[in-house]
């Protein structure tokens, strides 16, 4: 399939790069890893399989200018085969290819240790396809039609990531019921997010973008608080598609919050919402707090259970 880059989504774009932007300044604030997702090394070795040549080499010719080591496959086999016998710190790969597909490549190498980060690239996006991905233990996902900034950042955002962490896990995988348990950590979040913001491309796209936005800042409150950045617990997703609604419900493994302790957060103060700056800025806090007065200004429904470890927020369709 041909790469055009003018069919893309300005919107969904300008969505991804937020959550990028706001998940490298979480990682900058806790850890010290510099926003760009960069780790100061000179070369990367990346590889690029795909069966469409033109895609392959305007793959390849972006990142060769940028200063990366670019290989290329034309097929699921010469791709295993590279992936064997040379070491790559990144691998962009198509699912749709002959001899063997993307998801078959990725099974074959589960198990294996010290394997680089994969991309899955493919003009099929459906849930199937997404949740097959995770299950196989993708790094990312992009569908094409392409973006050249969209594709070097995520690039870049996967490069950057030092450690490995425990895998995504699938409960459920019914494109109208989408159940997930997640690792607490940082990147985890934003490997989900990657393929949570493909889910569903046929919802109106103000409804993604909103649905997004809160989707986000609850699934860091869920993991930063309520998992205390721990990527041995894990916070529980939940994703239902009906005919009029979606629903996202998120269950974390902490003990749970009272809004009297959130002194810190804008939510708490009700007509005076910017008296929590002086607050946070006396605890040492990041400047933030108003997450969940945008999510619920983002949102038709919010609720939380009586201990306020789990979350569901509802958007209507119609």
Request: charged share 30%; aromatic share 6%.
């Amino acid at each position: 399939m041909r790469t055009d880059v003018n069919s893309v989504s300005a919107v969904g774009i300008e969505f991804l790069s937020f959550l990028a932007r706001e998940s490298s300044k979480r990682r900058a604030a806790i850890d010290g890893t510099p926003e760009d997702g960069t780790t100061g090394e000179l070369v990367k070795r990346i590889l690029v399989a795909d069966d469409d040549r033109t895609d392959r080499e305007w793959l390849a010719g972006i990142l060769r200018a940028e200063k990366f080591a670019v290989s290329t496959a034309p097929d699921g086999h010469a791709a295993l085969k590279k992936i064997r016998n040379t070491k790559y710190d990144l691998v962009l790969l198509d699912i749709r290819m002959p001899k063997l597909n993307g998801l078959e490549l990725l099974s074959a190498l589960r198990g294996r240790k010290n394997l680089p980060k994969m991309i899955v690239i493919t003009s099929d996006s459906s849930p199937q396809t997404l949740l097959a991905a995770i299950r196989e233990n993708a790094h990312q996902y992009i569908s094409k039609p392409i973006d050249r900034e969209a594709l070097l950042t995520l690039v870049r955002q996967s490069l950057g990531k030092k450690a490995r962490v425990p895998a995504i896990e699938v409960i459920s995988a019914r494109p109208e019921w989408v159940e997930l348990s997640v690792p607490c950590s940082l990147e985890a979040a934003e490997r989900l997010e990657g393929f949570m913001a493909q889910l569903d491309t046929k919802l109106p796209e103000e409804v993604r973008v909103a649905a997004g936005h809160a989707f986000h800042e609850l699934l860091m409150n869920a993991i930063e608080w309520g998992g205390k950045l721990n990527p041995r617990r894990r916070v529980r997703i939940s994703y239902l598609r009906a005919k009029r609604m979606v629903l996202f419900r998120i269950a974390d493994p902490g003990p749970g919050f009272k809004l009297s302790d959130l002194d810190h957060a804008a939510i708490a103060h009700g007509d005076e919402p910017m008296h929590h700056a002086s607050i946070r800025e006396g605890k040492g806090l990041r400047p933030g707090g108003f997450g969940l007065v945008m999510v619920k200004a983002s949102v038709d429904e919010l609720l939380y259970n009586e201990a306020q470890n789990e979350v569901v927020f509802v958007k209507y369709l119609d």
